[in-house]
């Protein structure tokens, strides 16, 4: 969910990291938003899903199901922790997720997803998702849970690729206040990459110059936060209900970044190596970063689960005023077995 998660240096560090280079060879690039973000639920919609279950459920005790979804949306990385995710520039890329989960009524759960990507009138897998999770079940007075997600990417260098592929998370709520406080924690550790080419005249010669980047992430997230859930049952029909939950939060991340290069322009990278011009490491200390502003919406009716979720982030940190508000989306559409 870097945050300066890693969504953080994953934008700053691909314009950063070949300033002097760019300046010799390239042209300049554009800073895109640097925000962190979250949500204190790590399943996002799920967890309140589950709680819509057992509330229709009449034993009023967990159970074992399977949930299959199609989520639509211009969440372009995670589809699960926004902590990354709202550090992306407002795009109107619209990104599809199918998944499958099973949940055991131990609290123990599977998920598997994929994202897809329309690219030249064809929808293109981007990643691969596998997630195990355990979530506390039948306790009216504390949620608290922990995953693993594994991102399974295609190309490290695609700008619509995670660039997280093991991101570990754990979140506890406490029920019995009208507005409940939770508090998560996030550790994660990726890789993505960045290939520049530059075709230049060099002495009446035709050259080609590349620059082929990796940048290897290891991020920590803290975010605290506040909600309450509004439940509606018998709207339409006796099995079915509504679950409107609004929660503030606050995030706060600190992130490192080892750099490392391989280029063909071996003359003028060692010139500016030797002069300390070419970053190797990227810190960002622990620091408050962002609030954000969560609306979701469940509507269960028997089997069928309708989820619109709609997430507001505010960067606090220096960067572009017109990126510090980053608005993302995501309507799932379920079906449970």
Known sequence: MSYPFPTQIYFIMRNQLFIFIVVSLFAGSAYAQTGPATRIT???????????????????????????NIGIGNRLFSTRNNAFTAGQSNTTKVLFSPSAAYFNKSGLSLTAGVSLLTQASRLRVTQYS???????????????GVSYTHYFVKDKS?????????????????????????IGAGYATGEFKELKFKDTVVAGVNRHFYDSVTYKV???????AAGHQFF???ILQNNDGLAFTPTIMANAGSARTAISHKTNAATLFNFLNKRGRIPKLQRN?????????????DYTIGGLTFQPQLYTDYYLQNTEASSR???LFTINIGYTF
């Open 285 to 297: 200390k622990f620091e408050m970063q962002s609030v954000g502003l969560n609306l979701d919406l």
């Open 232 to 234: 509606w049952f018998g």
């Open 218 to 224: 290891k991020a920590l997230s803290i975010m605290v």
């Open 42 to 68: 790590q399943r996002d919609s799920l967890e309140i899903l589950n709680d819509l279950i057992q509330l229709l459920d009449s034993s009023g005790k967990p159970g074992s199901y399977v949930f299959v």
């Open 158 to 182: 695609s700008a619509f690729s995670s660039p997280i592929q093991n991101d570990f998370y754990t979140s506890f709520t406490y029920k019995k206040p009208w507005l409940r406080p939770g």
């Open 130 to 144: 596998l997630s195990p999770s355990y979530d506390l079940t039948g306790n009216k007075n504390f949620a608290f």
């Open 325 to 327: 508000v980053t608005t």
